[in-house]
């Protein structure tokens, strides 16, 4: 069983780098940067939203007989394809409505210090404006979201492989478990190693720029190409 487990964990770990999580990942730490903690954190969220939704729906198919049918699991996934494209589109708006740009400017927390921000709702001219405010505090809790939507849509897969390698419910439920802590541990230290570059990034406002817009076309296009992918099953007339 032990071996049985530890594949679990390294499986959940690689599961956290498939391309439509990092597109969400992407779009979400470019939209709120902050500190490396900061970031890993947000990651880490992403992983126990995604482990929360994906531990009920295999307790209830485990434990309880529930059906999850390829109509339902396409459904899902097509739900998670619009969610890409707003995050996408989010990026692109805010880059756009609120002049993202960067330079030096104070928080009361932090000091003087340099990152991407922005003077949308400044009420002063931006000379003037010494850009005093707090950064986030606690668990992001739109990365939860994201992740919850994310474990919903990708629990079809776990769960036949969980099923199929052992006929006893409380090894398949241990199973989906430690798969659910490696995809928390992957994320956390993808988001963690991305801070560093986009960290240099935010010193660059053009360079800056340039990865937000890629990381939200990137949002939006893997959410078209999931939404094409399960439109026929999602659609399909019976």
Do not use: C, N
């Not at 434990?63 to 049918?69: I, K, P, R, V, Y």
């Not at 707003?86 to 990026?91: N, Q, T, Y």
């Not at 404006?129 to 939507?149: F, I, N, S, Y």
Request: proline share 3%.
């Amino acid at each position: 069983m032990g071996a049985f487990l530890l594949l679990g964990f390294l499986i959940g770990m690689q599961h956290a780098l498939e391309v439509d999580h990092l597109a969400a990942v992407g779009a979400m730490v470019t939209k709120q940067p902050g500190s490396h903690r900061r970031m890993a954190l947000q990651g880490a969220a992403w992983g126990i939203g995604h482990t929360l939704t994906l531990f009920a729906l295999s307790a209830a198919v485990i434990l309880l007989g529930f059906t999850l049918s390829e109509r339902l699991s396409s459904t899902l996934e097509f739900a998670v394809g619009i969610m890409l494209i707003f995050l996408g589109l989010d990026v692109l708006r805010r880059l756009r409505q609120k002049r993202m740009h960067i330079h030096v400017h104070e928080h009361h927390d932090l000091g003087r210090h340099i990152h991407a921000h922005s003077h949308h709702d400044a009420t002063i001219p931006h000379i003037d404006d010494a850009h005093r405010h707090a950064h986030a505090q606690g668990l992001p809790k739109r990365a939860l979201l994201v992740g919850l939507m994310h474990g919903a849509a990708g629990s079809a897969g776990l769960l036949v492989l969980a099923v199929s390698a052992t006929q006893d419910p409380i090894e398949a439920m241990t199973y989906v478990l430690v798969f659910g802590i490696g995809s928390i541990l992957g994320m956390a230290a993808l988001t963690f190693a991305m801070s560093f570059p986009l960290r240099l990034a935010e010193h660059t406002t053009w360079i800056w720029t340039t990865v937000s817009i890629a990381a939200g076309i990137l949002a939006i296009g893997v959410g078209l190409s999931i939404m094409v992918e399960a439109y026929p099953t999602v659609f399909a007339i019976t």
